[in-house]
């Protein structure tokens, strides 16, 4: 095992060598299972109705507070917590995927396609920059600020038209998540495993619904 430092000042050092690829396959490893939990999810959640949805939304939030102390203390609950998660953000999107699934298969698979392409680039991306990109969370985080308060205003006045620039907002921020969080990857130690694979997963699920908004307008 080597490391290296990036001419960023206080950058943290690059984990490089056998430790790197095994702590790289662990998180993906903990992203693929959450990513099959979030397919189960959504399978279950197909008929849910009603203000039920809103019950999964919120039991996501206590598994994204709960991982990120358990991580620290208990990494078996936090990796059971982030399943938790994975389960409860698909079982909250249930009903539009599956919905899509059945009247509109070439929508998900377009979607999915293009979460795939979008990861994959610019993970690499990240995951190759040896500079620490850590410095641009702040601006991703105000960005996604920004994207809410246009969606909230999209929802309130009805703007036509805007919910495709709303997804490729969305697609854009996230994937600018998906770029530093790999990055992160690269710097990382072992109790941040499952707290980096939570990122990743919110990464990947996020694009996945601005994906399906993106393709699902395109054809209405």
Known sequence: MSYDVSGVPGARPI????????????????????????????????????LWWVV???GALVCIVG????????PGLAV?????????????V?????????????VVWQAAGAT????????TWGYATRRDLSYLYRTLFWCLLALLAFGLVIVLFGIEGATTIYALGGIAVFAGY??????RLRRAG???????????????????????QLFGASRN
């Open 80 to 92: 059971a917590l982030l399943f938790g998660l994975g389960f409860l953000l698909g079982l909250a």
């Open 190 to 212: 072992q109790r941040e495993t499952v707290p980096l694979a939570a990122s990743i997963f919110l990464d990947v699920f996020n694009l996945f619904l601005f994906f399906l």
């Open 15 to 50: 984990v490089e060598g056998s430790e790197a690829r095994a702590l790289f396959g662990r998180v993906m490893g903990l992203v693929a299972v959450t990513c099959g939990f979030a397919a189960l999810g959504a399978w279950a959640g197909r008929d849910l109705t009603g």
């Open 94 to 106: 249930g009903v539009t995927v599956v919905w899509y699934a059945e009247n509109e298969p070439t």
């Open 67 to 74: 991982l990120n102390v358990a991580a620290q203390r208990a």
């Open 56 to 58: 999964p939304w919120i």
């Open 116 to 123: 795939g392409l979008t990861v994959a680039g610019m993970g």
């Open 178 to 183: 998906t770029l530093v969080d790999f990055n």
